[in-house]
């Protein structure tokens, strides 16, 4: 078992995931839900993320290859949308700020949205699921701990949303848009790193292997 490795993939889904930035989102939610429902509502939204992120774990590449597109190709367009949402985390609105600001036009279903989606099962954490877990380079088993990795992740994503009043009150807004903009930077260098793995799978480039491999960057075989 490699525990470095593991140790990069929980990272990489933790950045992705942000649960940290999720909190904000989640005060806003529940404003005008009684308080006795705020445990149910973090639990409904944590597993509407969670099995969103499965449901890609498993059939995000079969879907792939289905429309026979190239996993280099995905990783790619992985890698360009992981840098344009860093983008928006490092230079636009804070993540709480944005989905904040979302939430006001829909205060019916505030555990599925903004909550489940996107905050906390968002564009990047589809992409990095997808990416993480190839067929092709990844066993079952790999899988299955990228999977237990992910779980882990949101496991911490539901106690941070469970001690969100606490957690605000230490950090403040401007902690967590420090926080998110700090987390921009890590996923925008994983974002470029992605794109230059997919280059190197593609054929175009013959990109040096780095000194420490990404999760994100590791060879991909091409789909016939």
Do not use: C
């Not at 909190?23 to 597993?47: D, E, G, K, M, S």
């Not at 860093?86 to 609105?93: D, P, V, Y």
């Not at 505030?110 to 092709?136: E, K, R």
């Amino acid at each position: 078992m490699d525990w470095t490795a593991l140790a990069k993939e929980f990272v990489t889904l933790l950045v992705v995931i942000d649960p940290v930035g999720s909190i904000p989102v989640f005060l806003f939610a529940v404003q005008n839900v009684p308080r006795q429902l705020h445990r149910r509502f973090a639990l409904r939204a944590t597993a509407i993320a969670a099995l969103v992120l499965l449901a890609f774990l498993v059939g995000g590449q079969l879907l792939l290859e289905t429309l026979g597109l190239r996993l280099g190709s995905f990783q790619i367009a992985g890698g360009v949308i992981l840098f344009l949402f860093a983008l928006t985390m490092i230079f636009g609105e804070s993540k709480p700020a944005r989905e904040i600001e979302e939430a006001e036009g829909d205060h019916l279903a505030g555990a599925v949205f903004p909550l489940a989606m996107p905050s906390i099962a968002s564009p990047g954490a589809m992409l990095a699921i997808v990416i993480l877990t190839d067929n092709h380079t990844a066993s079952i088993v790999d899988q299955a701990l990228t999977a237990g990795l992910l779980i882990l992740v949101l496991i911490l994503t539901l106690a941070l949303l469970l001690a969100a009043g606490v957690v605000y009150r230490f950090i403040g807004k401007t902690g967590a848009s420090v926080i998110s903009r700090v987390m921009g930077i890590v996923l925008a260098t994983i974002a470029v790193d992605a794109i230059l793995g997919g280059l190197d799978a593609l054929g175009v480039l013959d990109v040096e292997p780095p000194t420490v491999e990404s999760p994100l960057t590791e060879p991909i075989n091409k789909v016939q």
